[in-house]
């Protein structure tokens, strides 16, 4: 059938990029020269920024950061560090006087102090671990940050003595939590962050003030000194509560807790006012979602009174990080918004100043828009990482909205590389008519007159969001001749709570029609070559490329990265299992149907595409195993596969430059190799499936019908889900179900269900107008079931299949455009005379040159033509004035439809 999916007609932005006289293209080996910022810092008077230059090493594969600090208009730029070492952590005093940080440049992680006024500096930690985020007490005399502390592992046996000089294995491992172990981090060892001071005033005296079971994470002081403020896990709650977080203060004399806040849910990242009256935090009531903002709150210093800050009414936006104002009157806060990570200025009334949309992270290989640091100085400047679509972060400053770049870490870089713009487009999903955000990077050189093959790039997360930011990935691609094109799907960030909560239990799920409208948006623009589509995916979007390729036949190959194949298993072996357990209804032995039907490997007999698997042999966020389950079941299928495995990576396979090169040379090679080559079975089409466990429902729906309940008025919906559909079993007879059902009234599932005596009618139902949007609540001479469609991807013989009715083709159109011969009609009912014929509704209208109807409503769409009492009669579709039906036809003008209608299945006959 012909896809009816309508374009957003919106303005296409496009980044223009910087010309450059050299003509080089941008390479994996690239990622070794490339340069990035981190850590932007302004001190608390704005006069001074400091900021980290990070780099990789390609001698020893690993990665470095220097310190920088510069003036505030950006002159006097100082590297403070110049080698390989890892500079993190900076924090300025209050006074701005000093700035400590952290650094392994003697050769073990310590902290260090500079004075700003004569450059001095100074160690003064020496710890065995390695301490956490450093933060100046009010009177810049102490410095606070959490430590790991190694505890006694206790275990219910003890192993005998190992004989002296003999050899043996190492020592079993006993674990007895949950979570045990973290991808990047390894097998947890036995311990606790816990809570220390380190005395500047007094050469470095170290004092441990907590001892206990809690991680404590995010600090700050209590205004007099006498206290930290930390959040922590409830640990009475344990590994059962993912996100139940809670907010403590803790006594600097004892090392007592006092709970600040406390309810089921997040509470994070609290922030003491600078007059010492208020912490402001951020968090949600929990409700075991998958996704759900945070949103930002503001309680006493002593935990009472706390209530949630004052947004706009349409703000519904996650707050990713925010600070005080220096008069306490509002927050600086950054938030993902449609692609962009947004600073703006809050005020206590709810008033919302927008200052920067460039905020960017750290994350220079795939455009993600979910990090990115800013600080604010006491007059109201602020720093940030600076993103563009054509440069990694560099350092920003501004002050009110007006901004400005400071540095460019990459000008050598970028004088002798080519580099792709950034093109942005929506499109309305074939599903449900949701807009969906969209980019296209096309080659540097790029000639519209010239056709190019095109790779969709799918974001992990699945709660996460690309933007228009610089990545190497899609550079690289682009730089190899491919057009690269990426969306954010429902589930993405940045669109609002409910968008992102529309996959909630149901991942994947419409996602897939929102990635496929994008595609054939991008199908219908001349410079692509149709043979030549692929797909790519990491992590979450590498568990949507291995879903697509069994649903789709648009892909001509595929490359699987570190993928969820089987949520059955991956649900119990990843490292965070209690975060899993908020993406189902139920635990996996509970359900089972549930975890199976949401997993590629479930459809694996259906994938045709060459398909290309890579994980890191370390990843224990999405573990190799669930790409071996794959590779061995698309080889038991006899696709044509292969797995790449990166030894000692973490599922954050960049972490090292050779894993970056490691990661793209395999997917380019593996696109090349079946770039313009013929694949046995695979061809072009414009005909593809919805995501196997929306079709598998729909069926199910449809065979046990008489066990769905419908409320009072229900006529076409089958409850007020947007996402379930209705299923009528009608009779062909109309006149005979106005009388014996009395559908002048009301049409229900009570009055509808049994009967299925001649002609199925599927429907989808929309959740709120009805089928189409075009119902009404009676039924009435002038409100008639008019039509209906199979839901996207479920063709009228599967819902046949459903009830067991016997079926066969009859009609359709040749490749050589030969229609069958007249006659064909009146023959077909003379031998089926409780049989019908079907058509596409878009091809009749088109044929009987009718108003075009259906534009606004996805599916696949037919008309039924049926024989009572001599006459041909149609069930047809949105009766209108001048349209093509009344209701009776000669058989002429059957014929006259029926052999001008393309492209469609035109005759079916069934018995049950």
């Not at 001509?556 to 993928?563: F, M, S």
Request: with cysteine; aromatic share 12%.
């Amino acid at each position: 059938m012909k896809k009816c999916f309508k374009i957003l007609a919106l303005a296409v932005v496009l980044v223009f990029v910087e010309k450059s006289q050299a003509q080089e293209n941008i390479v994996p080996m690239d990622v070794f020269d490339l340069k990035h910022v981190t850590n932007v810092e302004i001190s608390p008077d704005g006069s001074k920024i400091a900021y980290l230059v990070n780099f990789k090493d390609i001698m020893t594969d690993k990665n470095h950061s220097n310190l920088w600090i510069m003036d505030k208009d950006g002159s006097n730029k100082q590297q403070i560090n110049n080698g390989n070492y890892n500079d993190t952590g900076l924090s300025w005093s209050n006074k701005g006087d000093r700035l400590a940080y952290k650094s392994n440049k003697d050769g073990k992680t310590k902290i260090y102090i500079r004075h700003i006024q004569n450059g001095k500096e100074i160690s003064i930690s020496d710890t065995k671990e390695s301490p956490g985020t450093l933060v100046w007490s009010p009177d810049d005399k102490k410095l606070a940050f959490e430590m790991f502390v190694p505890e006694p592992l206790e275990k219910f046996y003890e192993l005998p003595q190992k004989p002296d000089s003999v050899q043996w294995n190492a020592p079993p491992v006993y674990i007895d939590k949950l979570p045990y172990r973290q991808d990047g981090a390894g097998y947890y060892k036995s311990g606790h962050k816990q809570l220390f001071v380190l005395n500047v005033a007094e050469n470095g005296t170290l004092k441990q003030v907590t001892s206990n079971d809690f991680n404590h994470n995010k600090l700050g002081w209590s205004p007099d000194g006498k206290a930290l403020i930390s959040y922590s896990l409830i640990r009475e709650a344990g590994y059962k509560e993912h996100k139940n977080t809670d907010i403590y203060s803790v006594a600097l004399k004892d090392g007592k807790l006092t709970t600040l806040t406390d309810r089921f849910g997040a509470d994070e990242n609290p922030k003491v006012s600078n007059n010492g009256k208020w912490i402001a935090y951020t968090g949600y009531d929990g409700q075991k979602m998958s996704f759900q903002n945070d949103h930002l709150y503001v309680m006493d210093i002593d935990g009472k009174n706390p209530r949630k800050v004052k947004l706009p009414k349409d703000f519904d936006r996650g707050i990713v990080d925010f600070e005080w104002s220096s008069d306490d009157q509002g927050f600086y806060i950054s938030y993902v918004d449609v692609g962009n990570l947004q600073l703006s200025y809050l005020d206590m009334d709810g008033k919302l100043t927008k200052l920067s949309d460039k905020l960017g992270g750290s994350w220079v290989y795939r455009p993600y828009s979910t990090t990115g640091s800013f600080s604010v100085a006491n007059n109201g400047m602020y720093a940030f990482n600076h993103a563009s679509a054509v440069k990694p972060p560099e350092v920003g400053v501004g002050h009110k909205g007006e901004n400005k770049i400071l540095t460019n870490v990459n000008e050598a870089f970028f004088k002798k590389k080519k580099v792709a713009g950034v093109e942005e487009f929506w499109v309305k999903t074939r599903h449900d008519q949701l807009p969906i955000q969209c980019w296209v990077v096309k080659p540097a050189d790029f000639d519209p007159k010239k056709q190019y093959p095109m790779i969709l790039q799918i974001h992990g997360g699945p709660h996460a969001s690309y933007g228009p930011f610089f990545a190497l990935d899609f550079q690289t691609y682009a730089a190899a001749g491919y057009v690269v094109l990426y969306i954010n799907p429902r589930g993405s960030t940045g669109y609002g709570e409910k968008f992102t909560q529309k996959i909630n239990h149901a991942f994947p799920s419409h996602d897939y029609d929102d990635l496929m409208t994008g595609v054939s948006h991008m199908l219908d623009q001349p410079y692509i070559d149709k043979a030549n589509v692929f797909v790519n995916g990491e992590s979450g979007g590498g568990l949507l490329a291995a879903w697509i390729t069994s649903k789709s036949g648009w892909f001509r190959a595929a490359a699987v990265i570190k993928p969820v194949i089987n949520w059955f298993t991956f649900a119990l072996y990843a490292d965070n299992v209690p975060r899993y357990s908020f993406w189902f209804p139920e635990h996996p032995w509970e359900n089972p149907e549930h975890y199976l039907k949401r997993s590629p490997i479930s459809y694996v007999d259906k994938v045709k595409a060459p398909t290309l698997l890579l994980t890191g042999e370390k990843d224990y966020r999405t573990p190799i195993a669930e790409t071996e389950q794959h590779y061995a079941a698309l080889k038991l299928q006899g696709v044509e596969t292969a797995m790449v495995r990166i030894p000692n990576a973490s599922h954050g396979i960049d972490a090292k430059g050779s894993g970056t090169v490691g990661r793209l040379t395999p997917i380019l090679a593996w696109f090349e190799k079946y770039k313009d080559k013929t694949v046995q079975d695979f061809a072009y089409s414009e005909k593809e499936e919805l995501p196997g466990d929306t079709r598998e429902e729909k069926l199910k729906h449809v065979s046990q019908i008489d066990k769905l309940s419908a409320t009072k008025n229900d006529y076409a919906r089958c409850s007020a889900s947007a996402s379930l559909n209705a299923f009528l079993i009608m009779d062909g007879d109309w006149g005979k179900m106005n009388k014996k059902f009395g559908l002048s009234k009301e049409l229900t599932f009570e009055n509808v269900h049994k009967l299925q005596d001649t002609i199925v009618i599927v429907a989808e139902s929309d959740g709120e107008d009805g089928i189409y949007g075009s119902f009404k609540p009676k039924w009435d001479k002038k409100s008639r079931l008019a039509g209906w469609r199979t839901p996207e991807g479920v063709e009228l013989p599967d819902v046949l299949k459903a009830f067991n009715f016997e079926y066969e083709p009859l009609f359709g159109p040749t490749k050589e455009k030969e229609y069958h011969k007249k006659g064909a009609v009146e023959a077909f009912f003379d031998e089926n005379p409780s049989g019908a014929i079907l058509m596409g509704v878009h091809e009749v209208m088109n044929a009987y040159k009718s108003e075009p109807i259906g534009e606004n409503a996805p599916g696949n769409h037919y008309i039924m033509c049926y024989k009572r009492d001599g006459e041909y009669r149609f069930i047809d579709t949105w009766r209108k004035p001048g349209s093509y039906s009344n209701g009776v036809f000669t058989k002429e003008e059957v014929e006259n439809m029926l052999f001008k209608t393309e492209n469609m299945l035109v005759g079916l006959t069934f018995k049950q």
